[in-house]
């Protein structure tokens, strides 16, 4: 149970060590040498607005590093949640040598059995529920492990990535540059219902604090057609008029609608 005063401070305090994570040491090591030698890697996410954002906040954080990748969102119909080897192989085909997930992958055994036969790399970064074997993957980031030392396991798959991102960081120094993808957590936490205690409760109050001063055209753009206004976000404003936009692009045509939304540069094409 929380200090009362915590909890309403919502602070720093409530910010838990990223390298507590299971296995993050081993995939921040393969990412780095991804970089290092060029390689593309891919970031496969989920379609929902949760996937999204949490894909969306991977590709630019590896591309602050240096890194090529590509982001992959399956199609809802014709592919459903979580890694497909048809997915995989397509991206193998295209020279990707290294496939992360965010907000799925923990119940893909099969599907990273066929990766390493395949000769991928694959560190899954996921918050579901263990329900099978862990897959074989190089590593397995999963707040909800038996074997874990992190002391929170209620983080969206959002929360995940952008850990994962915090401890890249770190390891290259750019600890100050991290809390700039918050605006992402923020929407992609309350858009994905978990609680909003702990450390989500700091990440989506820090989040809403960057999400109302958004530099991002597609955030922008969906506040000005909801009518909400800079300044005035809170979670309601995300949960009844953000993250429902972001959840129909999958639900209706493909995902890559909302992904494409949030990465622009133009804000004609974002309008």
């Known amino acids: 149970?929380?200090?009362t005063e915590v909890f309403l401070a919502a602070d720093r305090r409530m910010?838990?060590?990223p390298s507590l994570l299971p296995e993050v040491d081993k995939a921040v090591a393969r990412i780095m040498r991804a970089i290092l030698s060029g390689e593309t890697?891919?970031?496969f996410g989920d379609f929902d607005a949760d996937g999204v954002t949490a894909t969306v906040l991977l590709v630019q954080g590896?591309?602050?590093l240096g890194a090529k990748t590509t982001p992959y969102i399956p199609h809802r119909v014709e592919e459903g949640h979580g890694l497909n080897s048809p997915a995989l192989e397509k991206l193998h085909q295209q020279g990707v040598t290294l496939v992360v997930t965010v907000d799925c992958g923990i119940t893909g055994d099969v599907e990273a059995e066929q990766a390493r036969e395949m000769g991928?790399?694959?560190v899954i970064t996921d918050h579901h529920e263990i329900t099978g074997p862990i897959p074989t993957a190089l590593a397995v980031i999963?707040?909800?492990r038996d074997d874990t030392t992190y002391p929170f396991s209620e983080l969206a798959g959002v929360g995940v990535a952008f850990k994962f991102l915090q401890a890249l960081f770190r390891a290259t120094g750019r600890d100050d540059q991290v809390e700039a993808f918050l605006d992402l957590v923020a929407i992609g936490t309350v858009a994905d219902l978990?609680?909003?205690l702990g450390e989500n409760r700091y990440l989506v109050k820090r989040g809403l604090d960057i999400l109302n001063k958004t530099d991002k055209l597609g955030i922008q753009e969906m506040m000005n057609c909801a009518g909400l206004e800079m300044g005035q976000l809170d979670a309601e404003s995300i949960s009844y008029m953000l993250a429902p936009r972001l959840n129909a692009a999958g639900r209706l045509e493909h995902a890559s609608i909302s992904y494409d939304l949030l990465t622009t540069a133009s804000r004609?094409?974002?309008r």
């Open 1 to 3: 149970p929380y200090d």
């Open 62 to 64: 590896l591309a602050r």
């Open 142 to 144: 999963d707040p909800k």
């Open 194 to 196: 978990v609680p909003l």
């Open 268 to 270: 004609e094409e974002a």
């Open 15 to 17: 910010e838990n060590d």
């Open 41 to 43: 890697i891919a970031v």
């Open 120 to 122: 991928l790399d694959l």
